[in-house]
């Protein structure tokens, strides 16, 4: 992977949650070798071994301990310990997707060349993510994309927003206690409402293999996808104001 220089401008937030060894933990370190190379990285841990703890920082990561329950509560802290940094442009993704990390260079790119406030990135294609997941978040995306008349990528993940739109994430309103997902999903939404430039670029993006493998057949992975699908159409609907006409 080559980045051309490092982007000192840049902070990218992570959320862990590892108590023992996975692939997914082994992927997250992955993750944040490569980011620390190049960017500010921000770690809010909600309860992982202190051997992860200790190798990400010694990888160079800020690591705060979590400090309400909840996972929406984790990334708000992320969000803002990103804030505090004073970087100009924060990141937000899941550490586990560690093919993400190559498409950065050229997304901070379009932010500043289009001059927009968000950047919302979906996926070209679906066929490089585990099959379940493809139909759960495809349908997923036609809902939202129905009930917003706005046909995004919605249950990617990733987020890059310029610092001073960081009030659509910190101070988001949730409607919906357990919906963990929705203050990256819908923030950016009311932001574009609001005026704000907020577009969504698709990128190519592949999910790591033997992730894919574990999850493929896991009934565990296969629920934690219907609730979500579940939670976040079911949140969504509370929202009426931020359709599209």
């Not at 990218?12 to 620390?36: D, M």
């Not at 809902?143 to 890059?160: A, C, E, R």
Request: aromatic share 12%.
């Amino acid at each position: 992977m080559i980045i051309s220089k490092k982007m000192n401008e840049i902070v990218v937030s992570l959320v862990t949650y590892y108590p023992k060894e996975s692939i997914r933990r082994n992927l997250a370190i992955k993750s944040i070798k490569e980011l620390t190379k190049h960017y500010e990285v921000i770690v809010v841990d909600g309860g992982s071994d202190s051997e992860f703890l200790d190798e990400i920082k010694t990888l160079g990561a800020k690591v705060y301990p979590q400090e309400t329950k909840g996972l929406r509560e984790a990334k708000r802290q992320s969000y803002r310990k990103a804030y505090e940094t004073e970087k100009a442009i924060i990141i937000c993704m899941e550490p586990e997707k560690f093919d993400f990390i190559k498409s950065i260079p050229d997304l901070v790119s379009e932010l500043k060349t289009k001059n927009l406030d968000i950047i919302y990135p979906g996926r070209k294609a679906f066929q490089k993510c585990p099959t379940f997941q493809t139909y759960t978040e495809q349908a997923g995306n036609l809902f939202f994309g129905d009930y917003l008349n706005l046909y995004w990528d919605y249950f990617f993940g990733p987020i890059i927003w310029k610092r001073d739109c960081s009030n659509y994430f910190l101070d988001f309103k949730e409607k919906v206690p357990e919906a963990s997902w929705d203050i990256h999903i819908i923030g950016p939404i009311i932001a574009k409402k609001d005026g704000k430039k907020v577009e969504q670029l698709k990128i190519d993006f592949t999910y790591e293999k033997e992730m894919m493998q574990e999850e493929e057949k896991s009934i565990i992975f296969n629920q934690k996808r219907i609730n979500q699908l579940n939670s976040l159409t079911q949140t969504i609907q509370l929202y009426p104001e931020l359709k599209f006409n």
